[in-house]
C-alpha cells in the first residue's frame, strides 16, 4: 500500500495573477503558504481486474478509459499506469470548494502516489508541470498554477509565472521571529459557503483573454500587492502586510460577481471592528475561508465565534507533497 498526501493553501498575497490568460502577457507573481491539512491518496494492489476508485463517489471499472473522474483518468494516462487490479481511495482533512486549493493538491497527491507505484523519481517542479498540465491543459479548467506549485513545494513561497510558461520558485526569507509570529496571528475561519472556483475564475479568464481594462488594471494592482507583501514579510513588518491583505481584498472585491455576498462583507467588518488589522476570503471567492491577522485573538475569536463562524487551527507545512507510507 502507498499513501500519498499534498498540503492545502493559503494566498498570501498576488492571487490570480497565475492564470495563463494574465501571465502569458505580463508575468504574474504570488505568495502562498502550505498547511498541514492535506488531501490523501492511498493506492493498494489487488487480486481482481476491475479498477476500484473511491472519492465522493466510488468506481468500478474494466479499463482507464473507462474512469468517469477526469483527473483520476487523465493522471493514469499519464504515468502510463496500464494494470487495473488497483485500488485507489481519496480522503481530505478540509472539503473542496472551501478555497484552499484542493484541486491541485488532489492532482499532485495522486501523481506523486502513481509515480511512486511505478518506482519513478520526481521533483517537485516536474510534479508541478504535470498537475498543471492535467487540470489546465488536458481538462481545460480555467485554473490558474498557484495550487499545484505550492501543494508540490510546500513552505512559504514565491511564484513567479514566466509568459513562456515557466514558473521561478522562491522561498520567503522570513526570520524565525516574523514565522512564529506569522503563524501565531493568522486565524482561519470558515464561512460555511462553498463553491466551485472555475465559475469565478471563468470570468476572470475570459475578461483577461478579451484585455479588459478594468480586470487587467485589477490584476496588475493585485501583483503589485503581491510583491509589498513579499518586501514586508522579509523586513518582519507584519501590520504592513496585514495592511496589504485588506488593501487586497477590498480591491478582489471588485474583480468578479459573486467574489463576496453580504453575510462575508458583515463578518469581515465584524472581524476588522475586534481587532483584526486585514485579511480577506481564500482563493478564487464567494465563499471557503476568511483569512484574518491580528494581534488579539481571543477578542476576535470570541466575535467570529458567537456570529457563527467555525475556526480551523493549522500551521505551516514545509514538506510539499509527499510519501507517508509505503508497505
Known amino acids: 500500500m502507498i499513501i500519498a498526501r499534498s498540503p492545502l493553501r493559503l494566498s498570501l498575497g498576488g492571487g490570480g495573477t497565475d492564470l495563463p490568460s494574465y501571465y502569458r502577457e505580463h508575468e504574474g507573481f504570488l505568495i502562498a503558504a502550505a498547511i498541514d491539512k492535506y488531501v490523501y491518496i492511498t493506492i493498494h494492489q489487488t487480486f ?69 507505484l511505478r518506482k519513478n523519481i520526481i521533483q517537485p517542479d516536474e510534479l508541478a508541470a504535470q498537475a498543471c498540465e492535467i487540470e489546465i491543459d488536458r481538462l481545460g479548467e480555467p485554473i490558474g498554477k498557484q495550487d499545484q506549485y505550492i501543494a508540490a513545494f510546500g513552505g512559504i513561497t514565491c511564484f513567479r509565472f514566466l509568459s513562456n510558461d515557466q514558473v521561478e520558485v522562491t522561498p520567503v526569507k522570513l526570520s524565525s521571529h516574523t514565522l512564529h509570529d506569522l503563524e501565531d496571528n493568522l486565524v482561519l475561519f470558515f464561512t460555511g459557503f462553498t463553491r466551485l472556483a472555475s465559475s469565478i475564475l471563468k470570468d476572470q479568464d475570459s475578461r483577461s483573454c478579451k484585455k479588459d481594462p478594468e480586470m487587467l488594471d485589477n490584476l496588475h494592482f493585485t501583483k503589485r500587492v503581491g510583491l509589498e507583501s513579499k518586501e514586508a514579510l522579509e523586513l518582519g513588518d507584519l501590520r504592513r502586510f496585514a495592511e496589504l491583505m485588506h488593501l487586497h481584498w477590498e480591491r478582489k472585491r471588485c474583480r468578479s460577481p459573486g467574489m463576496s455576498n453580504a453575510a462575508i462583507d458583515r463578518w469581515y467588518e465584524l472581524a476588522r471592528s475586534n481587532g483584526a488589522l486585514g485579511g480577506k476570503l481564500v482563493g478564487a471567492g464567494g465563499g471557503g475561508f476568511l483569512l484574518l491577522y491580528t494581534e488579539e485573538k481571543t477578542r476576535l475569536r470570541k466575535a467570529l465565534l458567537e456570529a457563527g463562524l467555525k475556526e480551523v487551527r493549522w500551521r505551516f507545512d514545509f514538506q510539499g507533497t509527499t510519501v507517508i507510507s509505503q508497505i
Open 48 to 116: 481482481i481486474t476491475d479498477l476500484i476508485i473511491k472519492y465522493s463517489s466510488m468506481e468500478r471499472v474494466a479499463s482507464i478509459e473507462d474512469v468517469k473522474h477526469p483527473i483520476l483518468r487523465e493522471a493514469l494516462k499519464l504515468v502510463g499506469i496500464q494494470e487495473t487490479n488497483l485500488e485507489i481511495t481519496s480522503m481530505a482533512d478540509i472539503p473542496t470548494g472551501t478555497g484552499l486549493g484542493s484541486s491541485g493538491s488532489f492532482t499532485t497527491a495522486v501523481l506523486k502516489a502513481l509515480h511512486t
